[in-house]
């Protein structure tokens, strides 16, 4: 897999001809450069929609040789930068479209300066290059409860000119190494770059911490062991798996088992007749802990790279706030082994 970038005029990024393609929410399933047929994805469709000041219902008033027609004749000398995705294979993806002057890190570089300083488990995913890596600290392994954790972060790349990195807080449940990460803005970090985009990277790389808000994730993970999951919470994290595709097939079943009968326990066959409000004064026979170290365990081990972040997701929402039954479980319990385990 690479990703190439070129600077073309706009003039040359045409959409084939309705009779070419079918009509698709509005925008073109495909663009043509020079010939080549591309496939957006969703992040060329936001870049797009930014670069030029749009919004997507623009498409369901006019067609898209309309659109672009507009475009180069109120911009005929414009140029603009894209990003295509390649594998082998596979037709071509365009990423994103951007400014050829706006400062970019590209996706051989990035992946060189993760390595280069320490960064593990690196993915990519539609644009977006993904790494873990130990604050300056060090790891400073710590114990809560009966599992032993340590601090970590990691690194959200853009490859594709879309975007700034990001750095999100972490723990890694070493017994299983499950990744726990803090998908909120209360625990995330934006790196401002300059016009030398691989020198703040590399900075941030070397001399980031971040001991208060280590602290306060350890100490959500600590709350969380002492709180009984609502049934509010655990049906969040239901409709989350229920989006994750074929390959993780059962996990809503091992859900609804480690929370427990709640069905049966309130006389219920459905719980969403339930109100928002009644859901989270209604307890599970689960823990918040369990939930979170299900949805770490599932993003770690099992959902593919287009799911991890709306699980991560779930676990920064939630330890970003007051759990719903904070602090009613006074009993630290006995581990439980992996939740999502492959019977």
Known sequence: MRVDYCSVALSQLRAPPPTAQPRTEGVPTSLELEGERLLPTARFWSSFYREFEMAPE?????????????????????????????????PPRLLAVSNPHHPLLGYAA????????????????????????????????????????????????PVDGLGDPRLFLALLRQICTNGAVAYTL????DLRVGQDVEHTVRRALAQFDHGQGFAA????????????????????????????????????????????????????????????????????????????????????????????????????????SEYDLEGTAGKVPEFADLFAGVN
Request: with cysteine.
């Open 58 to 90: 623009t498409f369901n008033y006019f067609t898209h040789e309309e659109v672009f027609s507009r475009l180069v004749e109120k911009r005929p000398n414009e140029r603009v930068r894209l990003s295509v995705e390649r594998r082998e294979g596979k």
């Open 110 to 157: 990035a992946v060189d300066l993760i390595r280069e300083h320490g960064g593990t488990d690196i993915s990519y995913d539609e644009g977006v290059v993904t790494s873990w890596h130990t604050p300056r600290s060090g790891e400073l392994p710590f114990q809560i409860g009966p599992d032993q954790f340590a601090n970590r972060y990691t690194m959200e790349s």
């Open 186 to 189: 209360a625990f995330r970090s």
């Open 217 to 320: 994730l350890r100490q959500r993970f600590e709350s969380a062991q002492t709180s009984w999951a609502s049934v509010n919470e655990a049906l969040k994290l239901r409709k989350v798996l229920t989006g994750v595709p074929d390959k993780t097939d059962g996990l809503v079943a091992r859900l609804d088992r480690t929370a427990g009968d709640v069905r049966g326990l309130y006389g219920l066959a459905n719980l969403d007749t339930l109100s928002v409000k009644r859901q989270r004064v209604l307890p599970t026979q689960c823990r918040v802990y369990d939930l979170l170290n299900f949805a770490s365990e599932v993003a770690t081990h099992h959902a593919p790279m287009s799911h991890r972040r709306r699980l991560q997701a779930y676990i920064g929402s939630m330890v970003a």
